[in-house]
């Protein structure tokens, strides 16, 4: 079974930054796109951003310009660079692999 494994999460303050980074032991990722997802307290699963095998980005809309996802092939790792941090980013953050894989969530919290 395809176990994500998501690190990086942490506490800080508003205009803060944190890099968190997707790896899947024992399983070759590089031919699927990467997925990230938040999930707020109380707050259904939403969809952030994806990095396909070609390389390409989308993002949610209220992450533009702030977060920024990255494919490490060599290293088979993806990772959310997020900087200038709000207080509505809090939530804890998954990646996906494949559309069916999941990790099982780093959290983030983003203090005022």
């Known amino acids: 079974q395809v176990r994500l494994v998501e690190s990086g999460g942490g506490s800080v303050q508003a205009g803060g930054s944190l890099r968190l980074s997707c790896t899947a032991p024992g399983f070759t990722s590089n031919s699927c796109g990467m997925d990230w997802y938040r999930q707020a307290a109380g707050k259904q699963r939403e969809w952030v951003s994806s990095?396909?095998?070609?390389?390409?980005?989308k993002y949610v809309d209220s992450v533009k310009g702030r977060f920024t996802v990255t494919k490490d092939k060599a290293k088979d790792a993806e990772y959310l660079q997020m900087n200038s941090l709000k207080p509505e980013d809090t939530a804890m953050y998954f990646c996906k692999a494949c559309g069916q894989y999941w990790g099982q969530g780093t959290q983030v919290t983003v203090s005022s």
């Open positions: 990095v396909s095998t070609d390389g390409s980005t």
